[in-house]
């Protein structure tokens, strides 16, 4: 985990410092669409979640709704698919994590180049789940649960959603996103997810 987390630090400066260096002027159209594919890292803050969720993958997609030549603005959503571990705390296994994180945000051209900082505000649904196992050796209820079986619980969680990162506009459509989000989920757990990816304009 540590080493994915350095990994991922360092693709995030490789990204920023390769989008700075870039000097050349893009063709200028105005596409309303993009849709996106990155893969997003859970940063471990010692709780519940972010200990036991590996990131895996996510999908955006935004419209730009308004525009000028400085600012753009755009709506839409993005879905994040977590990997849960086998032996979580207590003899629990976690399943997958799902997050649909609809929002809304501000991308700025403030150099001269496609290296655009932006952020975006949303509100995310956290749908996540774990299986107890049960044994002969534990103590239960015979009336609900039998010995050697099993027992899946669902939560359903919200979150309001900060989201800052850059993005890097290539000639033909094509960008290169990196950002960071954060999930207050309530006072004991938050999540802080790391994203990197690749995106199309159409």
Same mark, same amino acid.
């Given at each position: 985990?540590?080493?994915? &987390?350095?990994?991922?630090?360092?693709?995030?400066?490789?990204?920023?410092?390769?989008?700075?260096?870039? $000097? $050349?002027?893009?063709?200028?159209?105005?596409?309303?669409?993009?849709?996106?594919?990155?893969?997003?890292?859970?940063?471990?803050?010692?709780? /519940?979640?972010?200990?036991?969720?590996?990131?895996?993958?996510? /999908?955006?997609?935004?419209?730009?709704?308004?525009?000028?030549?400085?600012?753009? *603005?755009?709506?839409?959503?993005?879905?994040?698919?977590?990997?849960?571990? &086998? &032996?979580?705390?207590?003899?629990?296994?976690?399943?997958?994590?799902?997050?649909?994180?609809?929002?809304?945000?501000?991308?700025?051209?403030?150099?001269?180049?496609?290296?655009?900082? *932006?952020?975006?505000?949303?509100?995310?649904?956290?749908?996540?789940?774990?299986?107890?196992?049960?044994?002969?050796?534990?103590?239960?209820?015979?009336?609900?649960?039998?010995?050697?079986? $099993?027992?899946?619980?669902?939560?359903?969680?919200?979150?309001?959603?900060?989201?800052?990162?850059?993005?890097?506009?290539?000639?033909?459509?094509?960008?290169?996103?990196?950002?960071?989000?954060?999930?207050?989920?309530?006072?004991?757990?938050?999540?802080?997810?790391?994203?990197?990816?690749?995106?199309?304009?159409?």
């Amino acid at each position: 985990m540590k080493f994915m &987390k350095i990994y991922s630090f360092l693709l995030f400066f490789v990204a920023v410092g390769f989008a700075q260096a870039q $000097e $050349e002027k893009l063709v200028n159209e105005n596409k309303p669409f993009s849709v996106g594919l990155h893969y997003v890292a859970n940063l471990n803050n010692e709780n /519940l979640l972010s200990e036991n969720y590996n990131g895996i993958a996510g /999908l955006d997609a935004k419209y730009v709704f308004a525009s000028t030549d400085v600012v753009k *603005f755009d709506g839409g959503f993005s879905f994040d698919y977590l990997n849960g571990s &086998k &032996k979580g705390q207590y003899g629990l296994t976690y399943n997958a994590m799902t997050v649909i994180n609809p929002k809304i945000g501000i991308e700025v051209a403030v150099f001269k180049s496609g290296f655009k900082p *932006f952020v975006s505000l949303g509100y995310a649904f956290v749908n996540y789940s774990y299986t107890i196992k049960f044994n002969s050796l534990q103590n239960y209820d015979p009336m609900f649960i039998s010995a050697n079986s $099993e027992k899946k619980i669902k939560y359903n969680e919200s979150s309001f959603s900060l989201q800052p990162g850059f993005r890097y506009y290539f000639k033909k459509l094509i960008y290169l996103e990196t950002s960071y989000k954060y999930l207050p989920i309530d006072n004991t757990i938050n999540m802080h997810f790391f994203n990197i990816g690749l995106g199309v304009q159409f």
